[in-house]
């Protein structure tokens, strides 16, 4: 259990005293902000309660960025909210919050959020928030103020808070500063934070590519020792953690900084030997694999986990493939199918991909086989395959990234299919996925399904 903190020492960098910031002396206009969340924001305000736009979708309109999902903060209670709104649903078990539902968008409504402690008075609140003995919190449901609220936010950039009564941001830990400054900073002792939720070495990685800010020394300095922390956590949650980090436009970036402070290795432990060998093709395929996603995302072509899955665990699954034919003398396709389960399994102890990528993912590996083979009537009814156009694209990726004795075969394989395209052109993709607009977040908990959409 955490100890009481004595209630006049305050966090690192969280104020005494919130700045209070005129609206005549920020940038945030409510034509900015998202019609539902207003909505929301406006009929809290009108029942008496208050009523904030919070985190990270005011750091990015005073960045000028347009925030992905808006989030709320009130003095309303749960109950109390669900009250005010008939599409209104309560989720959650580890922080209840609000729902509101406009269509397909959400807009999350929490409730302030108070502090834990062992102190008498709050031995009731104490019921409701436990710790485990690596000091990571697992359960935490205790209202508090608008400062509480606050301090317990990560960095001092996700700390402010835009106030539907005024117009006015709040800003708790010279978030403001600090998004002038262009520097990420943990509000509290960051190694203390990243204790309680490891994701939150993850979510600095991603805001330092995705805002182009750099870590104050106290926020990177301990990620690489902790690094291993990221084993505690739920691999449904790092899912969710790595889509956002790799299908948001920055995964190359992501990639580099990951593996740099050990990150990745923990993402993905079959990769970690290949990071150490960057000349040659396997480290090569995932560079290259991150880059075409970043690459197709800017031309606004849509991306599929399940392609960057079978991109990633591609050489382990090569690795795994050679050991089982030597081993008993496989042939190919069967050594492939075993490889990929033994692959996946693994990849599935640190990150739970769903079924509905890892199916098409292997897919695209078996094609791999098929491609080489194929004659006569196979070729036509594979350029038919719902895969095909994305196991072609593998197969340019692997031709891109082979040593050159490799290299000359699998050119002349993508020279093959290439001229067969011109004669047939290739089936849409029935079922590829493009990045949901909004994931899990503290809790892991997901707001909204990836939507379906077309095209790798
Ligand atoms: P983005 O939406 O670009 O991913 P964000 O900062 O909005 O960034 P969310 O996951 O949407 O991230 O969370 C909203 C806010 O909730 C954050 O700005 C932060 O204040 C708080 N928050 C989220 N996750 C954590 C965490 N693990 N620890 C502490 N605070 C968190
Ligand atoms: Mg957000």
Redesign the pocket.
């Known amino acids: 259990m955490r100890q009481a903190e004595p209630s006049s020492d305050l966090p690192r960098n969280i104020l005494a005293k919130p700045l209070v910031i005129p609206r005549d002396q920020h940038p945030v206009s409510r034509k900015d902000i998202a019609e539902p969340a207003l909505k929301v924001l406006y009929r809290l305000h009108n029942a008496g309660y208050e009523a904030f736009l ?4 005011v ?2 309109l005073l960045l000028g960025i347009q ?3 808006f ?1 709320v903060a009130t003095s309303a209670k749960p109950e109390e909210v669900q009250k005010l709104f008939r599409n209104c649903r309560l989720v959650g078990r580890r922080f209840r919050l609000a729902h509101i539902m406009f269509g397909r968008e959400i807009i999350e409504v929490a409730t302030f959020r108070g502090h834990h402690s062992d102190s008498e008075e709050n031995a009731q609140a104490q019921k409701h928030a436990k710790s485990d003995n690596e000091g990571m919190l697992l359960r935490d449901n205790v209202y508090g103020s608008i400062e509480e609220d606050a301090q ?4 001092t950039v ?2 402010l808070y835009y106030n539907i009564a005024d117009f006015s941001i709040h800003d708790f830990a010279n978030g403001v500063r600090d998004i002038e400054n262009g520097v990420l900073r943990m509000i509290g002792d960051a190694e203390t ?1 990243y204790r309680e ?1 490891p ?2 070495m993850l ?1 600095a990685i ?2 330092a590519t ?1 805002l182009s800010m750099r870590m104050d020394a106290s926020v990177a300095d301990p990620i690489r020792q902790h690094a291993a922390l990221l084993q505690n956590i739920p691999a449904a949650r790092l899912f969710e953690e790595s889509l ?1 980090l790799f299908t948001a436009g920055k995964a190359l970036a992501n990639f580099e900084m990951l593996s740099d402070y050990h990150l990745f290795q923990q993402l993905f432990p079959q990769l970690k030997n290949y990071l150490k060998a960057p000349e040659e093709s396997p480290y090569q395929m995932l560079r290259q694999t991150f880059a075409d996603t970043d690459a197709r995302l800017a031309k606004g072509l849509s991306i599929t986990p399940a392609y960057l899955f079978a991109a990633l665990l591609w050489w382990p699954l090569q690795a795994r493939m050679e050991e089982l034919m030597f081993e008993s003398g496989l042939p190919p396709v069967d050594a492939m199918n075993i490889a990929a389960a033994d692959v996946i399994g693994r990849q599935m102890q640190s990150i739970a991909v769903p079924k509905r990528f890892t199916i098409p993912a292997r897919e695209i590996w078996q094609l791999q086989q098929r491609l080489e083979r194929a004659k006569g009537k196979r070729v036509k009814s594979l350029l038919g395959h719902p895969r095909f156009r994305a196991a072609y694209d593998f197969l340019l990726l692997r031709a891109a990234t082979a040593t050159p004795l490799e290299q000359k075969k699998l050119n002349e394989l993508a020279q093959f299919w290439t001229k067969q395209q011109e004669h047939t052109p290739a089936a849409p993709a029935s079922d590829e996925v493009r990045p949901a607009k909004r994931r899990g ?2 809790g892991g908990r997901r707001r909204k399904k990836p939507g379906s959409s077309s095209s790798s």
């Not at 317990?152 to 960095?155: G, H, S, V």
């Open positions: 919070v985190g990270g979708c750091r990015d925030p992905k999902d989030d317990r936010r990560d960095f996700n700390a934070r939720d994701v939150r979510r991603r805001f995705k956002k977040r503290r």
